[in-house]
């Protein structure tokens, strides 16, 4: 066994403390020592992107990532993308608009989604496109969850000049 | 199973080359390839494991001395995001922009992609056509000593490099090409997104009244290492870029090159791959 390494992050605004093998991914510290089961492993070698989270603002691929490397670092999950007033924008344009097929992708879609939101407005279908290269529907659900990005995109951008 | 005994998170170069001196070390950088190499077993763990993110001599992108220094933390983002580079190196930025994935460009570092020592290692051919070399650094018993060399003798083999166990691979320089360089870059994968490359290849020179001089070639996963086109340059070298010499050079490449059968492609095909796209860059260069 791989010796102990004490990290402390902000885990969904949260301060945690955890101690864990310096060998350990952070989606393996994520799911199997936090409990935090939303963010899923697919392929575990950074094609699929299921895993992806976003640390210090931007997304990285949960399962590429050492848990040691979280220490001192912002990082958000899927579960921590709910506000007080429930769902967020992306997740419920997600769900009204049934950008989700079995479901295994949806966690890693919509924070790659949130982190191209967040990135700038403005962006083409064709850059959306780009932008979740990284992320593998295997229902081949692209067209909605594309549209529905987009949607999202733009209602920030209205919320935002208004 | 992983078996770590030591971790370490050096604050500066001097601590890092010091503690890489005590052997059977792994370096850890932004660990998109040390993660699934270990995590499936293609490779194992030193005793060591020796975290370089806290590395300030290894950060950032500065200009000295009439040349580009990157330092080898820089991911990918970072290369794809700078300005400076966009305007005097846009092959590179071009590339960068068609790394692996947004995640992957967000962690993945320069330095890793160049020690990871894939022949299809999508920074590197760009890095090639600008003429870099790679910056070690390592503990010469009493102070942090170094030592350059031309990035295209550091490969000697798929995964394997020059550099010595204790060494850190610290920077990529190169020389801000002149007025005139031009340079393209073309990977070819079978999906437009996220795929390895089948081949990829790389061609520059300096542009002058139709002829190219000071050219540069270089091919990515077409031999055990990524390659630079002696016998396409010098088929290139000064002429007029007629239709002639245009397929004289692109007849050139297969001298140059030595790819083999896998998952991806048969060598057949690889070497067509070089062929045609090494027509169609010249005839763009030709006419631009």
């Known amino acids: 066994m791989s010796v102990l390494h004490s990290i402390r992050f902000t885990l969904n605004g949260k301060p945690v403390r955890a ?33 992806t989270v976003i640390v210090d603002g931007v ?10 490397d979280c220490d ?43 982190a191209l939101l967040n990135r700038r407005s ?35 951008s209205s919320e935002e000049i208004s | 199973m992983h078996d770590i005994k030591r971790y370490l998170v050096p604050d500066s170069l001097d601590e890092a080359v010091r503690a890489a001196a005590e052997g059977d070390v792994t370096f850890l950088a932004g660990g998109t390839d040390l993660m699934p190499q270990t995590r499936t077993g293609a490779r194992s763990f030193s005793s060591t494991l020796i975290n370089l ?9 500065s200009r000295e001395n009439g040349g580009i220094r990157l330092g080898a933390l820089t991911t990918v983002t970072d290369v794809l995001n700078d300005v400076v580079l966009r305007k005097a190196a846009p092959v590179l930025s071009q590339a960068a922009d068609h790394f692996a994935s947004d995640q992957v460009r967000n962690s993945a570092t320069i330095g890793g992609n160049i020690c990871n020592a894939s022949p299809a290692g999508d920074m590197i051919i760009p890095l090639l056509l600008l003429g870099a070399v790679v910056e070690l650094a390592s503990w010469n018993g009493e102070a942090v000593g170094t030592r350059t060399m031309p990035l295209e003798e550091f490969f000697t083999g798929p995964g394997k490099t020059q550099r010595e166990p204790g060494e850190i691979l610290t920077a990529i320089r190169f020389p801000v090409p002149g007025e005139g360089f031009t340079a393209r870059f073309v990977k070819f994968g079978t999906r437009p997104a996220l795929d390895i490359s089948v081949v990829s290849v790389g061609i520059a020179g300096v542009k002058e009244n139709g002829t190219l001089r000071r050219v540069r070639a270089a091919f990515g996963a077409v031999a055990p290492v990524p390659v630079r086109g002696r016998n ?14 245009i397929r004289q050079a692109s007849e050139a490449t297969q001298e140059d090159i030595s790819p083999i059968s896998d998952v991806r492609a048969s060598a057949w095909y690889r070497r067509e791959l070089v062929r045609t796209l090494t027509t169609r860059i010249l005839n763009d260069v030709s006419t631009s």
């Open chain 1, 19 to 51: 101690s864990v093998p310096v060998h350990l991914s952070a989606i393996d510290m994520l799911r199997d020592v936090l409990h935090l089961t939303g963010t899923k492993l697919g392929c575990g070698e950074g094609e699929c992107g299921a895993c």
């Open chain 1, 59 to 68: 997304s990285v691929n949960s399962c590429l990532m050492f848990a040691v």
């Open chain 1, 72 to 114: 001192g670092r912002e990082v958000i999950t899927i579960e921590g993308l709910r506000t007080d007033e429930g769902l967020n924008p992306l997740q419920k344009a997600f769900v009204q608009q049934g950008a989700v097929q079995c479901g295994f992708c949806t966690p890693g879609m919509i924070m790659q989604g949130t």
């Open chain 1, 122 to 156: 403005g962006m083409t279908v064709e850059e959306i496109r780009r932008g979740i290269e990284g992320n593998l529907c295997r229902c081949t659900g692209y067209r909605k969850i594309v549209d529905t990005i987009a949607s999202a995109l733009h209602e920030t």
């Open chain 2, 53 to 61: 993110k806290q590395v300030p001599e290894l950060r950032g992108v």
């Open chain 2, 232 to 245: 396409t340059e010098a088929a290139l070298e000064g002429k007029l870029l007629t239709s002639d010499t």
